[in-house]
């Protein structure tokens, strides 16, 4: 399998590939800490960044990734574009590809990043979150549980709360990866099953279960893992998913019942303090969420290498 021209979805890129990205993540990591210049080959490629949806982590960790390398940024929402609604998304992107080097998208429906990468044939396209998937954050948290585990092998992920993008990007991950991943969400909240079909296709073996109870499911956890009740686009959901939710808030209690003193938490961020997670646990010694913001901008920089 070639290596695909857009990162889309991590189910798109082989394993090989994949640990290319983490291994150049972290060496470039470590080059950039001893001072040292990352510009590539080929400076001054121009990268789009286009938000549909606010960003903290995305926006600023790739405009510094791609300056990093010698090449520069161009902000973009949709109140200049109108991608849709003043102009076709297929004509957006064959006009953007005779200006820019790549884009970057954050979006609502998974289609309209499939539609630019489709028709943008002569540029890469990445996927900086979609409601479907997050493939970018994913990437990311595979880094940091590498370096605070020595590795990804065997490791026993569990993700607790919604089966929104997040925990799809997971599933994929669990089909490229050697890992063990438990999903743990209220009934009716589970990961989206074509995605799951899908991981079931790539890799027969795929390591995954569905457990409702989070007291099971955490148990002989290396790794929690939380996300947000309610996604960008969900607002409307928010107080009747926190009461839904609350039994699967990451707390000192639940972070015990892992039976291991090593796990570690993660959580992509926002966060909203007090509901998936407590201060206790995000601010405490097993959280590694600051490391894991911090690698959006490593893991991110490691994609942009390989397909810009
Ligand atoms: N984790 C993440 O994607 O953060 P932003 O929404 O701030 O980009
Ligand atoms: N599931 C969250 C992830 C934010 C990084 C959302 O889509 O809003």
């Given at each position: 399998m070639a290596m695909p021209k857009d990162f889309i979805s991590i189910a798109d890129w082989n394993s090989d590939d994949l640990v290319r990205i983490l291994e150049l993540a972290m060496d470039q990591k470590r080059r950039l800490k001893k001072g040292e210049h990352l510009r590539g080959e080929k400076p001054g490629k121009v990268l789009a960044v286009i938000f549909h949806k606010p960003s903290l982590r995305t926006r600023?960790?790739?405009?510094v990734a791609i300056t990093q390398l010698g090449g520069s940024s161009l902000y973009i929402t949709d109140k200049e574009i109108g991608l849709g609604s003043r102009e076709a998304p297929q004509d957006v992107a064959r006009v953007l590809e005779r200006y820019v080097d790549g884009i970057m998208i954050r979006t609502f429906a998974h289609e309209g990043a499939l539609t630019l990468a489709?028709?943008?044939t002569s540029i890469p396209v990445i996927n900086g979150l979609t409601d479907l998937l997050h493939p970018c954050q994913?990437?990311?948290d595979l880094q940091t549980i590498w370096e605070h585990k020595g590795g990804i092998e065997d490791q026993r992920i569990v993700y607790l709360g919604d089966g929104n993008n997040m925990a799809n990007s997971w599933i994929?991950?669990?089909?490229r990866f050697p890992f063990e991943l438990v999903i743990c969400n209220p009934s009716g909240y589970e990961p989206d099953p074509s995605v799951l079909e899908n991981a079931r296709k790539i890799n027969p073996n795929l390591r995954y279960e569905n457990i409702n109870d989070p007291a099971q499911a955490v148990d002989g956890a290396d790794v929690l893992y939380t996300d947000v009740w309610a996604s960008m686009g969900q607002e409307d959901e928010a107080a009747a998913r926190k009461e839904i939710f609350k039994p699967y808030q990451v707390n000192q209690s639940l972070l015990e019942k892992t039976g291991k003193k090593d796990s570690i938490v993660?959580?992509?961020l926002p966060a909203h303090r007090g509901d998936e997670i407590t201060d206790e646990v995000i601010d405490g010694p097993q959280s590694v969420v600051f490391d894991e913001a911090e690698n959006r901008m490593h893991a991110q920089r490691a994609i942009l290498t390989l397909v810009m």
């Open positions: 600023v960790s790739f405009e489709r028709n943008a994913v990437m990311a994929n991950a669990a089909a993660l959580h992509c």
